[in-house]
């Protein structure tokens, strides 16, 4: 194989995460990729391990040339379009590998599957695409659990007098004046009624949108989910540049604008990606028992997305996967996580290892252009080196 693959045994879960996440959920990873870079400085020194998701930014971490990607999920079928994405890259050309990725011509899919992309994947995968490669030949975008969650809040917002035929201007506005009025003036008034209450508070809905039962309760119980998701989508759409937010551009239009889509699609690191799949190893699994399966010491980069919120109410899992963490994380190690909650540490029994970076972690959030977190976690080891932690100190962005 192009990549190491690893199938670890799935441990059997409750009923409704596998009713919710079962088949791709994630069309494509929720977490802006800008704020990842700046935060973990990826280096050919580095062994990072990155939750997997739609794979999108275990392969922006890709285009970093680091010693080593370790990609990892439990859900089997988002770990299936991560392969049929390595194995684009190491079979097609970058206009057909962006015709399918960027669904500009996803159709093409189906001219090169079996030949080209089919022999270059694990066998579970195959077994995924040989069923459901109809997703991928129509566009993943508009598929997913996500991708019908945005399919139906489209339909929603027409169904508020939302003129989603307007979003085209948009998304081509270049300031943030003019971003604020046009937003105050076109969808603001229209949006924050009592049906978008019912809408947010009918948990099978955000359930489709990525949105863990245990993930709804912590944000619900904390924050009014209504009130959350008002306040981080006109975040967003007023304080955020909308030009090259390829985020939204995708959940308003279906589509991405051009070439503003993530950097792992960019035709200037088609190359480094294809050099670079020699770097892989792709998992099948949890992160805990996967990193317990790992030398101590031996990880530099944690890319942990907001997978703390899938376990909070779970505190055993929640402190043996950090002490699983801890333990695989070398002396230089650099930890981020997100989440939906305005506030979610470490749990005791590892918050003294660790060293936090507020100031770089709220610097960050505030350009996010997800749209999704309350939250975002910068840690590294408490006794790293100090030039570690000068360095991230210094990363800081002069203006949010
Ligand atoms: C935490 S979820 C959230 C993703 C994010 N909000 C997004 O939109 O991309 C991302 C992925 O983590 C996986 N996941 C959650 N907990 C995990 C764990 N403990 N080990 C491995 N994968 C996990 C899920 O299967 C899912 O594909």
Not at 2 to 10: A, E, F, K, N, R
Not at 136 to 146: D, E, I, P, S
């Amino acid at each position: 194989m192009l990549y190491q693959y690893t199938d670890m045994p799935l441990p059997k879960r409750d009923w409704l995460e596998r009713m919710v996440f079962h088949g791709i959920v994630f069309n494509m990873s929720w977490e802006d990729p800008e704020m990842d870079r700046i935060a973990l400085r990826p280096g050919a020194n580095d062994t990072i391990i990155s939750i997997t998701s739609a794979g999108c930014n275990p392969l922006n971490f890709l285009c970093q040339t680091p010693k080593k990607l370790i990609s990892v999920d439990s859900n089997p079928a988002q770990t299936a379009v991560l392969e049929l994405k390595l194995a684009a890259i190491a079979t097609l050309d970058y206009e057909t590998f962006f015709d399918i990725f960027a669904a500009r011509r996803p159709n093409i899919v189906t001219s090169v599957y079996r030949a080209r992309l089919r022999p270059m994947i694990s066998q579970r995968s195959r077994e995924y695409w040989d069923r459901n490669l109809w997703m991928a030949a129509r566009g993943l975008y508009q598929f997913g659990k996500n991708g019908l969650f945005f399919l139906i809040m489209r339909r929603f917002l027409k169904f508020l007098g939302i003129d989603l035929n307007q979003a085209d201007d948009f998304f081509e506005i270049d300031n943030l004046e003019e971003q604020y009025a046009w937003y105050r003036k076109h969808v603001a008034p229209k949006l924050w009624g009592k049906s978008a209450k019912l809408f947010v508070y009918f948990k099978p809905f955000m359930f489709l949108a990525g949105v863990h039962p245990h993930q709804f309760d912590l944000v619900h119980e904390r924050h009014d989910m209504f009130e959350y998701v008002k306040e981080r989508i006109e975040y967003v759409m007023t304080r955020v540049p909308i030009y090259d937010n390829y985020f939204m551009s995708v959940a308003v239009t279906g589509k991405f604008r051009g070439k503003r889509v993530p950097p792992y699609l960019l035709e200037e690191n088609f190359q480094t990606l294809r050099d670079n799949l020699h770097r892989v190893h792709v998992v099948n699994g949890w992160l805990g028992p996967f990193l317990d399966s790992q030398p101590a010491g031996s990880i530099d980069k944690f890319n942990l997305l907001d997978i703390f919120d899938w376990m909070w109410t779970r505190t055993q899992l929640y402190e043996s996967t950090w002490h699983s963490i801890m333990r695989a994380a070398s002396e230089r190690a650099t930890f981020i996580y997100r989440s939906g909650s305005y506030q979610l540490e470490p749990p005791t029994n590892v918050r003294d290892q660790l060293k936090p970076h507020p100031e770089l972690a709220r610097k960050l959030l505030a350009r996010d252009r997800s749209a999704t977190y309350g939250s975002f976690y910068i840690y590294t080891r408490a006794a790293a080196a100090p030039e570690l932690n000068a360095h991230l100190r210094d990363a800081v962005p002069a203006t949010v």
